[in-house]
Nanobody, 115 residues
Framework: QVRLVESGGGLVQTGGSLRLSCAASGRLSSGNLMGWYRQGPGMKRELVGIVADGGYTNYADSVKGRFIISRDNAKNTVYLQMNSLKAEDTGVYYC?????????WGQGTQVTVSS
């Protein structure tokens, strides 16, 4: 079992920045992927970005150039630095951990960008 605890959500104005953190604990394995997904009002959950423990990253087109995903393997923590925030970025952000066919989710943290 893997447990994920997110932090860092909040309210910011358009153009502002925010950093999310997610700490993983439990039965962790090397070769895993950690990432962030989000679900806006009336929208389906979508991928924001992922990062492997070896450094591979991938981002949704809508956040490329604005968001940066990173991780500290010693702390089993993944981060999402969000810059130049837009109203469309508003939603609940969920941390994800995946290994093989197993996947785990955090409870989510709210991000609200004023328009």
């Amino acid at each position: 079992q893997v447990r994920l605890v997110e932090s860092g959500g909040g309210l910011v104005q358009t153009g502002g920045s925010l950093r999310l953190s997610c700490a993983a604990s439990g039965r962790l394995s090397s070769g895993n992927l950690m990432g962030w997904y989000r679900q806006g009002p009336g929208m389906k959950r979508e991928l924001v970005g992922i990062v492997a423990d070896g450094g591979y990253t991938n981002y949704a087109d809508s956040v490329k150039g604005r968001f940066i995903i990173s991780r500290d393997n010693a702390k089993n923590t993944v981060y999402l630095q969000m810059n130049s925030l837009k109203a469309e970025d508003t939603g609940v952000y969920y941390c994800n951990y995946a290994y093989g066919s197993s996947t785990f989710w955090g409870q989510g943290t709210q991000v609200t960008v004023s328009s």
